[in-house]
């Protein structure tokens, strides 16, 4: 089974609009983060909410998780043209060795059109 | 700010050729990842390394893949004899800490082509 889906896949906005992504997960997490794909570039990180918190702003960003649901959500406020990117959740899992272990969904291409 | 930086950004390589990925975490940090994203596809981990171990490893990093950490500012991922299946984009990551309150940061990741 898969960890980590969004929907909606494609999400197309004017600028200025809100963007809602969601994301569904399967397993207990220690936190649930949310990370920026510009085209052809690496995963940039966004914000991380703990699994003991319901919801957490940064600048326009706000993210909710329910863990009852194991779903959270991403809205970006007053979106931009250069929000234009592929958004991805991750299941964030400590590893005994060592280090943590990212498990991303499948991810919401966001388009702001002008 | 810092940056994880990869090299090359693009590799294009015939089928069973060994490939090496290259990344330079960020300096400070002491825990590094790989993952790949077939294109279209999820992104997925594929192993994490501490303390000059592997700490742990996907189904996906069989025993044609290794990783290495062979000064300290180098991490690179080998693979020995490269399949069709391959070709990704392969990140790297690094952390500087393990916790409840660490994001990842992310190269920019090298395509590789296997021909």
């Known amino acids: 089974s898969q960890q980590g889906e969004e929907d909606p896949q494609a999400l197309s906005i004017q600028e200025g609009e809100n963007a809602t992504m969601n994301c569904s997960y399967k397993t207990s997490i220690n936190n649930l983060q949310w990370y920026r794909q510009n085209s052809g570039r690496g995963l940039v990180h966004l914000i991380l909410i703990r699994s003991n918190e319901r919801e957490k702003h940064s600048g326009r960003l706000r993210v909710t998780l329910d863990t009852s649901k194991k779903s959270s959500s991403l809205l970006i406020t007053a979106s931009r043209a250069a929000d234009t990117a592929s958004y991805f959740c991750?299941?964030?899992?400590?590893?005994?060795?060592?280090?943590?272990?990212?498990?991303f969904g499948t991810g919401t291409q966001l388009k702001v059109e002008l | 700010e810092p940056e994880v930086t990869q090299t090359p950004s693009h590799q294009v390589t015939q089928m069973g050729q060994e490939v090496i990925l290259r990344c330079v975490p960020i300096?400070?940090?002491?825990?590094f990842y790989w993952y790949r994203q077939i294109l279209g596809q999820k992104v997925e981990f594929l192993v994490s390394?501490?303390?000059?171990?592997?700490?742990?490893k996907s189904e996906i990093f069989d025993d044609q893949f290794s990783v290495e950490r062979p000064d300290g500012s180098n991490f690179t991922l080998k693979i020995r004899s490269t399949k069709l299946e391959d070709s990704a984009m392969y990140f790297c990551?690094?952390?500087?800490?393990?916790?409840?309150?660490?994001?990842?940061?992310f190269g920019d990741g090298t395509r590789l082509s296997i021909l």
């Open positions: 300096s400070n940090h002491l825990y």
């Open positions: 990551a690094s952390t500087l800490r393990t916790g409840p309150d660490q994001p990842q940061h």
């Open positions: 991750a299941t964030d899992w400590y590893l005994e060795g060592g280090g943590n272990k990212l498990t």
């Open positions: 390394f501490y303390n000059n171990e592997i700490s742990e």
